[in-house]
């Protein structure tokens, strides 16, 4: 089980540093409803994570994921194609960033964050961390790592819930500031928000980049060994 976490902390890093994601969180956290949306917010993102991460090893576990103790041939193959979008997501990223960071947009449905229900708050986090096009493949990598392992299903429940909390923490930093934070918090928040949105394209490049290549060179060690 130590050798599955050693694999899969560094995936779940990368999903807890998702700048889009807390800056929603943030953003949600200055609503009138904000305390109830926050963790709304953060419940429906680990469902999300839960979900997928279960999905995967509901796939890996019987589909002989894990052959003499070394993952199966299959799962360096999808290490391999995830490494490889992970990378084309990362230049294309780096392409688009803008030249000055003060000039960077958020997306559009950012100005609606104020106006959704609680159940769209809910599904916007789901989605946020099941659909994204780093935090995807990313929990897909790290749900095949955890069923290649041929570890017991209880470990691999531990194990996959250890990447979940990790990949978490992103979002819990903010909500605990602003649950904690006092009169101080309103300004913490707001230099985050600040920060993100201005190196958000940046940081994505470079963690797709960074990520990517992690990938990649799993996967080609598993198909050569």
Known sequence: MGKVLGDVLGLAAG???????????????????????????????ILGLSALGAVMLAIASPGGASAHNHPATWVGALKLALGVLLVLFGARQWHRRPADPSQ????????????LTPVKVFGLGT????????????????????????????????????????ATLGLLAPLGVFLLGGERAKTTLGNWK????????????????VLGL?????????LTS
């Open 127 to 166: 989605a946020l961390a099941a659909l994204n096009a780093k935090n995807a493949p990313l929990t897909i990598a790290a749900g095949a790592a955890i069923g290649s392992a041929g570890l017991p299903v209880g470990q691999q429940i531990a194990s996959l819930a250890i990447f979940v909390l990790i």
């Open 194 to 209: 600040d920060w993100a949105a201005q190196h958000n394209v940046a940081v994505m490049a470079v963690l797709f980049f």
């Open 104 to 115: 960077a947009q958020l997306p559009k449905w950012m100005g609606a964050i104020d106006r």
């Open 214 to 222: 992690k990938l990649l060179g799993d996967g080609i060690s598993i």
């Open 15 to 45: 999903v807890a540093i998702s700048p889009l994601p807390i800056i929603a969180i943030i953003l949600i956290l200055a609503t009138p409803r904000g305390r109830l949306n926050g963790l709304l917010f953060a419940a429906g993102w």
